[in-house]
């Protein structure tokens, strides 16, 4: 049962356009979520993450959005660029005391210059 | 070191060998993780390792798995008797708190294990 879930495993943006990277979880307890992202055979690198108790957080060209009613995440990416063109995981803690990530199956984004 | 890292970057090995990876954390992180990328699939949690108590061995999917952290530091998994399912990335992480920040953890790139 997967508790994190990236249904798109492909996206393909034309650079300079908006990048829209989705997420959804089931699990109500989780309080952190976070995005990694993933360059082939290089280990997935820590990108921008969001608490629960907040609705957006931006950082550069990344914000995510949080719905909370809708258990849904989203990260943006304005203006796209073409080292943005990896694979991107969405991940969520279980409260503070968790001590594991859980993480989605993640979404290729290519990024055409 | 600087980071975290793996070795050996890549294995290929025949089915029904055994296998040993290798991971030295980012020093003074006290927590340790492994976990394992299948083609297609997520990171799957496999094993962590906080200081000197018992590790969390949940996410190992069978008894051929298994894995130490000697001294606090390095770690090592082990898989015997390898199957072809068990062909993914294995990546190991380590952080300096016992449960993930806002930054999550630090990842090294990875061994790449083929089971051929």
């Known amino acids: 049962d997967q508790q994190v879930k990236q249904n798109s495993p492909s996206l393909s943006v034309q650079e300079g356009r908006i990048s829209i990277l989705n997420c959804d979880y089931t699990?109500?307890?989780?309080?952190?979520f976070l995005w990694y992202k993933k360059y082939p055979a290089e280990g997935p690198t820590f990108l921008i993450s969001?608490?629960?108790?907040?609705d957006k957080n931006e950082d550069g060209r990344f914000t995510v959005f949080l719905n909370k009613s809708a258990k849904h995440l989203s990260l943006h990416i304005v203006p796209s660029q073409p080292g943005d063109s990896a694979v991107y995981f969405c991940?969520?803690?279980?409260?503070?005391?968790?001590?594991?990530?859980?993480f989605g199956s993640g979404t290729r984004l290519l990024v055409r210059p | 070191g600087a980071g975290v890292s793996q070795s050996p970057s890549n294995k290929v090995t025949e089915k029904g060998k055994d296998v040993e990876l290798r991971c030295d954390p980012i020093?003074?992180?006290?927590?340790l993780y492994w976990y394992r990328q299948s083609l297609g699939q997520g990171l799957e949690f496999l094993i962590y390792?906080?200081?000197?108590?018992?590790?969390?061995k949940s996410g190992l999917p069978s008894d051929r798995f298994s894995a130490e952290r000697t001294g606090g530091s390095v770690s090592t998994l082990t898989i015997q008797r390898t199957q072809q399912e068990d062909s993914a990335v294995y990546l190991c992480?380590?952080?300096?708190?016992?449960?993930?920040?806002?930054?999550?953890?630090?990842f090294g790139s990875g061994t790449r294990l083929t089971v051929v």
């Open positions: 992480a380590s952080s300096p708190r016992l449960t993930p920040a806002s930054y999550g953890y630090t």
């Open positions: 699990n109500s307890m989780f309080d952190y």
């Open positions: 969001i608490s629960s108790i907040k």
């Open positions: 991940a969520a803690r279980e409260g503070d005391s968790s001590y594991k990530l859980i």
């Open positions: 020093s003074g992180h006290t927590a």
């Open positions: 390792f906080q200081g000197n108590s018992a590790p969390d």
